[in-house]
């Protein structure tokens, strides 16, 4: 990402290391101490009397401020839209289709140029063969 200019586009897959998180958030396979620590780290007072299973709840609470992507992160600082190739395939799709209407406005503007005809208006008629 370095290399980058400001403003690129990347477009990724699903790659998995793609989905790498800035940190790791607790889960069920954490021991209690590990979840205690990790939420002291977060500037939340726990102890060792609280079930895990409350301890999860509350990680629960604050975990969606710490639940981001690397790859997210690095490209904010670098200035640096990410697209998802899904999103990148719809984009195209949309382009190619605006692409075609002008192209079908194009082709019925120089049908109505070719089939062009006058009206005169003065009151006066004459027959043209």
Same mark, same amino acid.
């Given at each position: ?12 897959? =699903?790659?998995?290391? *793609? ?15 590990? +979840? +205690? ?33 690397? +790859? ?21 799709? *949309? ?8 192209? =079908? ?9 070719? =089939?062009?005809?006058?009206? =005169? ?9």
């Amino acid at each position: 990402m370095p290399k980058l200019e400001p403003g690129s586009v990347v477009v990724m897959d =699903n790659a998995p290391y *793609h989905s790498v998180r800035t940190e790791k958030i607790p889960t069920t396979s954490w021991n209690k101490q590990q +979840i +205690i620590d990790w939420l002291q780290s977060k500037g939340k007072s726990m102890d060792i009397t609280y079930l895990k299973k409350e301890l999860l709840m509350k990680v629960a609470e604050i975990a969606p401020q710490y639940n981001k992507y690397l +790859i997210d992160e690095t490209s904010k600082n670098d200035a640096i839209a990410l697209i998802d190739a899904n999103r990148w395939k719809k984009c195209c799709d *949309h382009v190619i289709r605006e692409e075609n209407t002008m192209w =079908n406005l194009d082709h019925i503007m120089e049908l109505a140029e070719q =089939n062009s005809f006058i009206i =005169n208006v003065t009151g006066e008629s004459s027959d043209i063969d």
